[in-house]
């Protein structure tokens, strides 16, 4: 059965007019997207993105095309996770890995992150990628596959940040699913056998969902998840009770699917209100996208100084111990979220040099969401520096502080400026290092 929600023929002219705008662009400014959703960036005040000329691409966000026998899904970028797994779930299919804010998008997740509690067998979602359409600054529209000629732009277009043109179409695969996750909480008092577990589940694949939180130097809990059927009884946490608190308080759960996919969505450690009677009378109104387009809105009232620390780490996993040993000593009991990580491949956008420093082929996402610094150190730079020793990857969601040199040493230069040779020829959207890093700090050189 194949399910078709708009027709090609719009998908296709609405592209035909972006291009056209791009084709006819006379500006040397640079561009932006608009997009009808929030975006999950960490709002920085100043951001150049703000002052950019932007282009229209809201109408991209239509489901093209649901293949349930071959377990596809063709859509525009701007679809976001909860309407499509509100649009898959009734044909038994979700996308392999759904990130855990509603409204978090397809095209989003694919040019910045994207992984939950599947990454441990599936990698991120662009791993489940198999096509791309991309229109490119000169206003060309390329179809881009991992073995096309295009191959390079396929393989380049996760993590880049919208440096790499527009997406426009994504086709992906789907699994198979079911109406309910059971999950069991396996509580672990040091990381060492915290680790040896996340191992031995990732390598015995008895597990469907996999993540954990991590309350405190010796409470490390693993949330272990497996589609079911049927189940005794089912909660939510759209309200008062914050779903991480559960995780050091209960030993099994039963969510619906849909709620089990979006059970952070009013935050993963850091839920807003934090009292439960302010939850009580604003909860369930404080959704991850209500709180970030009030943070976009006021973006220019955001704290310049020590801003909070919001960010998802790649650690690689036998690295993790000593990690951790330093953040409890730099960080304090700050929880974390942990996502066990195994990417489906060697990313070309990671350098040589960074995968020379790597053995490990699974990786931890360490999430530090809403750390409040207090003592006027930098820490975003703090994790820069230890990333460095460790060799782990911070993702550049929000406050990045590399120098040039520094940056190009983790992420592949040659390979980012040859895709964008291709796709943004007239760098419309910025090289990577000067949006992520300049740019976004209100600077418009890197001295
Ligand atoms: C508090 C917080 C928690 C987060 N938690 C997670 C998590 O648990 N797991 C996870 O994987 N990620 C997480 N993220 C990161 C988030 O998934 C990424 O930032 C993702 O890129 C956001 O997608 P979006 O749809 O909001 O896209 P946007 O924020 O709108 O865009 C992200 C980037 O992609 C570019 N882009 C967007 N659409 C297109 C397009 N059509 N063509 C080309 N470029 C495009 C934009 O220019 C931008 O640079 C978190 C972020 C925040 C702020």
């Not at 093209?64 to 909860?82: K, M, N, S, Y």
């Not at 898959?88 to 997740?109: D, Y």
Request: proline share 5%; hydrophobic share 35%.
């Amino acid at each position: 059965m194949k399910f078709r929600t708009v027709t090609l023929e719009q998908h296709d002219s609405d592209v035909a007019r972006i291009a056209r705008e791009l084709r006819d662009r006379k500006s040397t400014r640079p561009l932006s997207l608009r997009k009808k959703v929030t975006s999950h960036q960490v709002p920085k005040p100043g951001d150049k993105k703000y002052s950019d000329d932007k282009i229209d691409v809201s109408c991209l966000n239509r489901i093209l095309l649901i293949d349930v026998e071959g377990c596809t899904c063709t859509a525009e970028p701007g679809v976001t996770f909860i309407d499509l797994v509100h649009a898959t779930l009734p044909s038994g299919l979700v996308p392999m890995v759904v990130p855990e804010f509603k409204t978090i998008t397809i095209g989003g997740a694919v040019s910045g992150c994207s992984i939950e509690s599947m990454s441990f067998r599936y990698g991120g979602f662009h791993d489940s990628c198999i096509e791309y359409d991309v229109i490119t600054s000169a206003g060309e529209v390329l179809v881009c596959t991992p073995d096309n000629d295009l191959s390079l732009v396929y393989h380049s277009l996760h993590g880049s940040f919208g440096t790499h043109g527009i997406l426009s179409k994504l086709k992906f695969k789907l699994v198979p699913a079911k109406p309910i996750v059971r999950i069991v909480y396996e509580r672990h008092t040091d990381v060492e056998s915290y680790r040896a577990s996340i191992n031995a589940h990732a390598e015995k694949r008895d597990v469907d969902f996999m993540d954990g939180i991590i309350h405190s130097p010796d409470l490390y809990v693993l949330s272990l998840g497996h589609f079911v059927d049927s189940a005794p009884y089912t909660h939510t946490y759209n309200w008062v009770t914050a779903y991480h608190e559960t995780t050091a308080l209960r030993s099994e759960d039963y969510l619906r699917t849909t709620d089990y996919f979006f059970r952070y969505d009013r935050g993963v450690t850091n839920v807003y209100p934090k009292s439960k009677l302010g939850r009580l009378f604003i909860g369930p109104f404080m959704g991850s996208s209500n709180l970030l387009s009030i943070a976009e809105k006021i973006h220019w009232a955001l704290p310049k100084k020590n801003p909070m620390v919001t960010v998802d780490l790649f650690i690689p996993i036998s690295r993790f111990h000593d990690f951790m040993n330093w953040y409890w000593k730099e960080f304090g009991a700050h929880n974390l979220w942990c996502v066990p990580y195994r990417p489906a491949q060697r990313y070309a956008w990671l350098s040589d040099q960074f995968y020379s420093g790597v053995q490990d082929d699974m990786f931890v996402d360490l999430a530090i969401y809403g750390f409040h610094p207090h003592d006027g150190r930098n820490y975003y730079r703090m994790i820069e520096e230890k990333l460095r020793e460790i060799n782990g990857v911070k993702t550049l969601i929000s406050y990045n502080y590399y120098s040039e040199e520094e940056f190009w040493q983790v992420f592949h230069r040659e390979n980012h400026f040859a895709a964008k040779a291709i796709t943004d020829p007239r760098n419309a959207f910025r090289d990577l290092y000067t949006k992520t890093c300049v740019a976004s700090q209100g600077r418009t050189s890197t001295m």
